[in-house]
Nanobody, 123 residues
């Protein structure tokens, strides 16, 4: 059974930082691209960042470029999202996802999803 488990969310003040982790099990981790998406109340799920199998290719949404960093540790079956200079607009539930054919920026392309972790940024 495939599981993706996010952790590291929480409440932080604007300008602060958080590091999200997503631990994967039940799938050949090295064969999957990984992505982070987020969904705020009343809004559609949106792409945040994605990383290829080897970590060589990385993509970011314009809204987080320069502030967020995605990385992966294939030895630990874990993908990370370092979030700096957080803004209230970053408040959302953050999801990690695995893409067999990616990395891609559309959430419909992803095969497996975690349950999400809440990130709240206060002003």
């Amino acid at each position: 059974q495939v599981q993706l488990v996010e952790s590291g969310g929480g409440l932080v003040q604007a300008g602060g930082s958080l590091r999200l982790s997503c631990a994967a099990s039940g799938l050949p981790f090295n064969n999957y691209a990984l992505g982070w998406f987020r969904q705020a109340p009343g809004k559609e799920r949106e792409f945040v960042a994605a990383i290829s199998r080897t970590g060589y290719n990385i993509y970011y949404a314009d809204s987080v470029k320069g502030r967020f960093t995605i990385s992966r540790d294939n030895a630990k079956n874990t993908v990370y999202l370092q979030m700096n200079s957080l803004e209230p607009e970053d408040t959302a539930v953050y999801y990690c996802a695995a893409d067999r054919l990616g990395p891609r920026t559309t959430w419909l392309s992803y095969d497996y999803w975690g349950q999400g972790t809440q990130v709240t940024v206060s002003s």
